[in-house]
């Protein structure tokens, strides 16, 4: 699994059907959480995913220094399913997305990424629409934004 974190002031998400947009999630003071999940992906990368995503210290203490984690800054969570984290541009200029989980796979680790969120931070996290044609408005505060992922963590 990949996620793209970004630490937000606000954020929004709308799903787009037919030129009409629908709001599906919005946050205040948070993070927007884009995910990905990969080909071989479990839910082991899924826990250890959310696991680092709740423990990181990347909102200002009073000392203005990243050291608070999301849970001590009460800060909310948006999340939003996103395949093209795996996009590959090897060959060509138009990206593969074979590392890619299909849906199959995808869906029910989104879900389990999803309740294990809730789990750990006692918020059901905000969200887009697996799958869907997404309109993402964020205001990143810092800008802070993290790369993680389950396979390469070293990242």
């Known amino acids: 699994m990949r996620a793209v974190i970004q630490r937000v002031s606000e954020a929004s998400v709308d799903v787009v059907e037919n030129g009409a947009a629908r709001r599906t999630g919005s946050i205040g003071a948070g993070l ?91 918020k059901f996290p905000q969200r887009g629409e697996f799958g869907a044609m997404m309109n993402l408005h964020l205001v990143n505060d810092g800008p802070v934004t993290i790369i993680l992922d389950s396979k390469n963590r070293e990242l």
């Open 32 to 122: 927007v959480v884009l995910l990905a999940v990969e080909n071989g992906d479990s839910a082991a990368d899924a826990q250890w995913l959310v696991q680092k995503i709740v423990s990181m210290r990347i909102f200002e203490d009073e000392n203005g220094k990243m050291n608070l984690p999301l849970d001590l800054k009460s800060g909310e969570i948006l999340l939003v399913s996103q395949f093209t984290l795996f996009g590959n541009m090897k060959k060509g200029n138009r990206p593969s997305f074979n590392r890619s989980a299909p849906p199959e796979v995808s869906i029910p680790l989104y879900e389990e990424f999803s309740r294990l969120l809730e789990q750990s931070t006692g």
